[in-house]
């Protein structure tokens, strides 16, 4: 089958985008084609796979799928591409709208400069905070509802875990310096952690200064990624509930990639600003069917 498809990235952190308004594919197929598009020896190698699809509650639908097939609840870097994609495609005619992620409806802005869209900015909608929502479990008998510097021994690593769903989980360590953050190690052992039923998206966060912060991920289901656009939200509430960083400021978080600017408002919602870029388009010949 061939399959017209767009690359595009956010920092880096890329996707094979399908145009679910023209190309059909059948449900049973949709975790093998991630697997298979995203690998570089199968297919065109990417963090994974995103569909865009109508929607009967927002102007387009997001679906995300990680490299490992698994499908995710939310992608933020996601959301800006396919924000982006919509627009140019014609499928929204003007600049603000709304995107449907698996976890819910978010309003998009699309800024143009001489007429393209460079950055996006998504309203992320309010983190969730509740233990059994993320959801985790605890081994350490800990009651508190919320996970704030809890103690969580990895191997023979003493790390203290935030965690903080996006809609999709994310738990958030501290350290002294980004450069020395043991993701290769504590990022693997940590994403399918018995504490986390739906395993985890492993963010590391070092403290700049109040304004910013410098961030690395080991994403489920697709590894080590140039940025993780809800991973930088879920760093920036993390470090708000830390004490870190104030709440309703913006926040510069620099990750592999770039930098993402995230507000956590005083109204609860999480503002995320940040680039989408179309790197190529093209068919995909999928062997499989
Ligand atoms: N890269 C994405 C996150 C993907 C999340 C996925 N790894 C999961 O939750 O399983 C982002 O920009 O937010």
Redesign the pocket.
Known sequence: MNIPFTKMH?LG?NYIYIDGFKVDLKEEHLPNLAKDVSNVFTGIGS?GLILMLPSDFADVRMR?F?KDG?E???????LRCVAKLAYDLGYVKTQTFKVEAKSGVVDAEVELEQGLVKNVTIDMGQPILERSQIPMKTLTGAEEDHVIQEPFLVGEEDLYATAVS?G??HVVFYVDDIADAPIQTVGPAVTDDQRFPE?V?VEFVEVVNDSEINFRVW????GI?Q?????ACAAVVSSVLNDYVPKGDEVTVHLDGGDLMITWKEDGHVMMKGPAVTVASGEYYWQKI
């Open positions: 956010g952190n963090d995300i990680n698994s995710a609840m939310n992608c933020g870097n996601g996006m999709n989980p395993g998206n994403e489920r289901g697709s990624t940025a993780c656009g809800t991973g």
